[in-house]
């Protein structure tokens, strides 16, 4: 390969493949509230949800409380941690024979709750261990220091700790105009305080938003690059029941292309540093809930592109770094 896969990171680790489970302890996110107005304009109000945790996903509705729309349906399992746990080990161990698991915490926003609150979640959680990582996914403006403390708190528990943060862009007037919430100030500072703590930093990135080009892509490669471990790349997909699908389907922004995203993954990696971690290289919005695009192929047939474009174009992960 011609990046540092997630995988191969996992094996070389811990001397085996390790699958995460992903549970939703139901936190919602500070940036779905009347104040923010609904939410990021790419968010459909579902959350990230594991395939095997999603129940009765039906259409979207008219929610006052968030001043816009949301998904109808279940998107999630309701029965509580142990239940999510026990689901997610059977699915894993069923489809990949799984024998070693990280707790994921991956829906929502997973510190916007009170310090006790998050601690009792937590810790009821690891109890369905044992688990060989606690996966955190967070914003950079719900990440205080008592409970970057609180999360820092488990290594001495002799769990691996990961955060991972929603960046997006580095560009602050596309962090604007997505109502993102927060700027790369932020994010900096929050991914400072977390690589201080001495944890494993995962940054969320998305390419092709409206308004950016490749400088936009190798700018925010720059910013990842300055204190993420791992990074999660996706183009931008449209989902129903959000801002982006009225503004996509009114003709007021467009999509890259299959080319053109292959081209932005590429150029993207190459400004990397060369040992940060690539965990995702594009979207994966259920069909049912996915707009546009629609042609680009599945998760294996789009690494396989990708690999015999940058080995025909002589590029590798950080080729094109420089380290400032």
């Known amino acids: 390969?011609?990046?540092?896969?997630?995988?191969?990171?996992?094996?070389?680790?811990?001397?085996?493949?390790?699958?995460?489970?992903g549970v939703d302890a139901l936190f919602s996110c500070p940036n779905r509230t009347k104040e923010r107005k609904g939410g990021c304009a790419f968010c459909d109000g579902t959350g990230a949800v594991s395939v095997y945790q999603r129940t009765g996903e039906g259409g979207f509705r008219h929610d006052s409380e968030y001043n816009g729309i949301v998904a109808e349906?279940?998107?999630?399992?309701?029965?509580?941690?142990?239940?999510?746990?026990?689901?997610?080990?059977?699915?894993?161990?069923?489809?990949?024979?799984?024998?070693?698991y990280s707790l994921y915490?991956?829906?929502?926003?997973?510190?916007?709750?009170?310090?006790?609150?998050?601690r009792e979640v937590y810790d009821s959680a690891l109890e369905y261990g044992p688990f060989k990582e606690l996966i955190i996914s967070t914003r950079p403006d719900c990440l205080e220091d008592e409970k970057l403390c609180l999360i820092a708190g488990y290594k001495e528990k002799g769990l691996d700790v990961e955060i991972e943060l929603g960046l997006q862009s580095a560009n602050d007037k596309t962090?604007?105009?997505?109502?993102?919430?927060?700027?790369?100030?932020?994010?900096?500072?929050?991914?400072?305080?977390?690589?201080?703590?001495?944890l494993f930093l995962s940054t969320h990135v998305i390419l092709g938003l409206p308004?950016?080009?490749?400088?936009?892509?190798?700018r925010t490669a720059e910013v990842v690059?300055?204190?993420s471990n791992a990074v999660?790349?996706?183009?931008?997909?449209?989902?129903?029941?959000?801002?982006?699908?009225?503004?996509?389907?009114?003709?007021?922004?467009?999509?890259?292309?299959?080319?053109?995203y292959l081209e932005a993954v590429e150029l993207f990696i190459a400004h990397l540093r060369?040992?940060?971690?690539?965990?995702?290289?594009?979207?994966?919005?259920?069909s049912h809930r996915l707009i546009a695009p629609r042609d680009f192929p599945d998760k294996s047939k789009f690494i396989a592109m990708l690999e015999k474009k940058m080995e025909e174009d002589g590029l590798m992960e950080g080729s094109l770094y420089e380290k400032t």
């Open 1 to 21: 390969m011609r990046w540092n896969t997630y995988s191969d990171y996992l094996r070389e680790k811990y001397g085996m493949s390790v699958f995460r489970i």
């Open 73 to 100: 349906g279940n998107t999630a399992y309701k029965g509580g941690m142990k239940e999510q746990i026990e689901k997610g080990k059977e699915f894993l161990k069923r489809r990949y024979k799984a024998e070693a």
């Open 175 to 198: 962090l604007e105009y997505i109502n993102r919430g927060h700027d790369t100030a932020c994010y900096l500072d929050a991914a400072r305080r977390v690589r201080e703590k001495g």
């Open 274 to 286: 060369p040992d940060i971690i690539i965990q995702r290289l594009k979207s994966e919005t259920p």
């Open 105 to 118: 915490f991956q829906s929502f926003t997973n510190t916007y709750a009170p310090l006790e609150r998050l």
């Open 211 to 218: 308004g950016e080009g490749m400088e936009d892509f190798m």
């Open 225 to 227: 690059s300055l204190y």
């Open 232 to 260: 999660k790349i996706h183009n931008l997909d449209i989902a129903g029941g959000t801002r982006f699908a009225d503004e996509y389907l009114n003709g007021r922004i467009r999509l890259l292309s299959l080319d053109e």
